[in-house]
């Protein structure tokens, strides 16, 4: 059974950065996708970014990219997002997530962590 647990949340002027963190305890495969998704109040959740476990094959939306970074350390078992050039409109409630290699979803969430972006 996978866990995830993640952190690094907080309160940043626009323009500022922080590092989320998921920490993953279980069985972990290599071909496992990591992703980070948000929910911003009375929005849907969305997509961020992805990984696979192997460091291969990152992702992004659009609305991130050339912002946030996604990685991860193996020998950790923790993924992270690297989020800079923080904007007023990324705040929201941040989780990682695991989709399986053999399910076509992602099954496995974190709580999820509070990112607040000042104007």
């Known amino acids: 059974q996978v866990q995830l647990v993640d952190a690094g949340g907080g309160l940043v002027q626009a323009g500022g950065s922080l590092r989320l963190s998921c920490a993953a305890s279980g069985q972990i495969f290599g071909s496992d996708r990591m992703g980070w998704f948000r929910q911003a109040p009375g929005k849907e959740r969305e997509f961020v970014a992805a990984?696979?476990?192997?460091?291969?094959?990152?992702d992004y939306a659009d609305s991130v990219k050339g912002r946030f970074t996604i990685s991860r350390d193996s020998a950790k078992n923790t993924v992270y997002l690297q989020m800079n050039s923080l904007k007023p409109e990324d705040t929201a409630v941040y989780c990682c997530?695991?989709?399986?290699?053999?399910?076509?979803?992602?099954?496995?969430w974190g709580q999820g962590t509070q990112v607040t972006v000042s104007s």
């Open positions: 997530a695991m989709r399986r290699f053999y399910l076509s979803s992602f099954s496995i």
């Open positions: 990984i696979t476990w192997t460091g291969a094959g990152t």
